[in-house]
């Protein structure tokens, strides 16, 4: 027993202790234990590190029983060697990173200005190919890829809208830093505008003064949701999936208050689903969504006072193109 509680061999059961805790922390990396389980990763990854610890503490008793007190001093030795190596270079990759994070702030944020300076805004509408001005829009993907449906971010929480980069679907949102944003605020007259904006950023729809900005959605993964962010040149980037809410194209039509066709696509409203199904003929202008069935649609035939002609059923997409226009106001 006395020899358990000599100095060297009581130091050999604290260094086995925080050496292999360290060495559990880096094999609970290594196996990607705490990946996809939210809040929880944290402890888990944790966990891994206290049982490491706590094995290597018990064991640690058998050693020094069984090992003379000289050899153990050399272990002692080595194990504060590896202790302080393993410490170091997990300081140094928390240095590297904390590094990259505040040069890409640099880069793509403006300073933060006093309270006494003006802010200066940034008003997505100049950033935008759609007009801010009218009351209501007519909206087309005819000639592009329709994605899977929109992603409209949730600014009325999330002020800062984050876009990824060179994503890791395999990893989680933590593990990625940001290559640039969007930051909204409220102006004078409480309506909504932004302080910072990439120059590239051209959504599918903004009308901020309405409280709209959809991105067209490319893919969806468990942390992340692909996006267009640029509907002029296709320029796509990531967004945190938990930072808006994902729309798929039917419950998206059928939200709209009517659809219509361009004039290049104009075709016969059907009284079945089908291609050869017979014609109802109606002098309408607008169609306001029932249902949507694949690449059909059943609504009501509506002329330009909004009166009803009729109901039947269109084509409203074909092999991922979309072919009619959707009007987001009434």
């Known amino acids: 027993m006395k020899k358990l509680l000599k100095p060297a061999n009581i130091a050999f059961y604290f260094l086995m202790l925080l050496l292999f805790f360290v060495l559990g922390l880096y094999f609970a990396s290594f196996i990607e234990a705490g990946k996809n389980q939210g809040l929880a990763g944290g402890a888990i990854v944790l966990g891994w590190g206290v049982l490491f610890g706590v094995i ?20 002692n030795w080595l194990l504060l060697i590896l202790l302080v190596a393993t410490w170091s270079y997990k300081y140094y990759q928390f240095k590297i990173r904390d590094k990259e994070q505040e040069e890409k702030s640099k880069q793509f ?17 100049m950033l935008s190919p759609y007009d801010k001005s009218g009351a209501s829009e007519n909206f087309s993907s005819e000639n592009k890829n ?7 971010p949730n600014f009325y929480e999330k002020r800062t ?40 950023l051209y959504p599918a729809a903004l009308k901020l003064d309405y409280g ?5 959605a490319i893919g969806m993964g468990r942390d992340f949701i692909k996006v267009e962010t640029n509907s002029q040149n296709g320029q796509i980037a990531y967004l945190d999936k938990s930072a808006g809410k994902f729309v798929s194209w039917p419950e998206f ?5 009517s659809v219509e066709f361009p004039e290049e696509n104009k075709q016969s409203v059907r009284v079945k689903p089908l291609d050869y199904a017979g014609e109802i003929k109606a002098d309408y202008d607008f169609i306001e969504p029932l249902m949507v069935e694949g690449e059909w649609l059943y609504g009501i035939l509506l002329d330009g006072n909004r009166q009803e002609k009729g109901k039947g059923w269109i084509k409203w997409q074909q092999n991922g193109r979309l072919l009619v226009t959707y009007n987001l106001f009434s």
């Open 56 to 75: 290597a503490f018990l064991a640690s008793f058998f050693i020094a029983n069984f090992t003379s007190v000289k050899t153990i001093i050399k272990i």
């Open 109 to 125: 944020h403006p300073p933060p200005t006093s309270p006494t300076e003006a802010v200066q805004t940034v008003s997505l509408a």
């Open 146 to 152: 329709m994605g899977i449906g929109f992603f409209i």
């Open 161 to 200: 809208l984050y876009f990824y980069g060179g994503v890791n679907l395999e990893k989680g949102l933590t593990d990625h830093i940001p290559q640039d944003s969007v930051v909204f605020a409220l102006d004078q007259n409480q309506n909504f505008t932004t302080t910072y904006a990439p120059p590239w």
């Open 212 to 216: 709209i900005i959809h991105f067209k």
């Open 253 to 257: 039509i059928l939200s709209m208050n």
